[in-house]
């Protein structure tokens, strides 16, 4: 009898070890981009994009609900199709990126608000300025490639105040506006992998 308990009480401290075990998944860069957008003149936007990232994700649940996400962007891997564009914005002027190579985002809670859409928080770093964020997620779920790896994908959208960073240049028109926006528009497509 006393066995048969011991066995049932292993058993089920075995389960519960299971369900609580943290998953790892690692970023796809090859299936995932970072482009952000940002008015200019006032009448028009200039897009973007990061082409070197890195991310992971760490999870017990299987709907990510408890996730902790980090992620780091190499500064000098911007690209807005303008080499004298992206010169500038590598410079003191903007990131400074000899100084601050990396920006860097670290999650402090990923809360589901209804079917597939998710509000993530964290800790955004710019410039070594760090300031609370908030982006809005779609889920895409999770989905077995042909090679047998789980994938999950995610769509996150939001915007950051670059004066906020210290990313202030600007000079005005004609008209005395802004010739660069103060607010970046962030749009990430993402898909991690989980670790197996």
């Given at each position: 009898?006393?066995?048969a308990?011991?066995?049932l009480?292993?058993?089920?401290?075995?389960?519960?070890?299971?369900s609580?075990?943290?998953?790892?998944?690692?970023?796809?860069?090859?299936?995932s981009?970072?482009?952000?957008?940002?008015?200019?003149?006032?009448?028009?936007?200039?897009?973007?994009?990061?082409?070197?990232?890195?991310?992971s994700?760490?999870s017990?649940?299987?709907?990510?609900?408890?996730?902790?996400?980090?992620?780091?962007?190499?500064?000098?891997?911007?690209?807005t199709?303008?080499?004298?564009?992206?010169?500038?914005?590598l410079?003191?002027?903007?990131?400074?990126?000899a100084?601050?190579?990396?920006?860097?985002?670290?999650?402090?809670?990923?809360?589901?608000k209804?079917?597939?859409?998710?509000?993530?928080?964290?800790?955004m770093t710019?410039?070594?300025v760090t300031?609370k964020?908030?982006?809005?997620v779609?889920?895409?779920?999770?989905v077995?490639?042909?090679?047998g790896?789980?994938?999950?994908?995610?769509?996150?959208?939001?915007k950051?105040?670059?004066?906020?960073?210290?990313i202030?240049?600007?000079s005005?028109?004609e008209?005395?506006?802004?010739v660069?926006?103060?607010?970046v528009?962030?749009?990430?497509?993402?898909?991690?992998?989980?670790?197996?």
């Open positions: 009898m006393k066995l308990k011991l066995t009480l292993s058993f089920a401290l075995l389960i519960s070890g299971l609580f075990a943290q998953t790892t998944w690692k970023l796809d860069n090859a299936h981009n970072i482009k952000f957008t940002v008015t200019y003149l006032v009448v028009s936007e200039i897009d973007g994009n990061f082409k070197t990232f890195d991310g994700i760490t017990s649940k299987e709907d990510l609900s408890d996730a902790n996400i980090n992620f780091s962007v190499d500064v000098a891997s911007i690209n199709d303008n080499s004298m564009r992206d010169q500038h914005l410079a003191d002027d903007f990131f400074a990126a100084t601050y190579p990396k920006m860097t985002f670290k999650s402090t809670s990923f809360k589901k209804a079917g597939d859409k998710y509000e993530l928080s964290g800790d710019i410039r070594n300031k964020v908030v982006f809005d779609k889920y895409g779920g999770t077995k490639d042909s090679y790896n789980t994938r999950a994908g995610f769509k996150v959208q939001g950051i105040n670059r004066i906020e960073y210290g202030s240049w600007n005005k028109n008209a005395g506006n802004d660069v926006g103060k607010d528009q962030f749009n990430l497509n993402l898909q991690f992998i989980k670790s197996k």
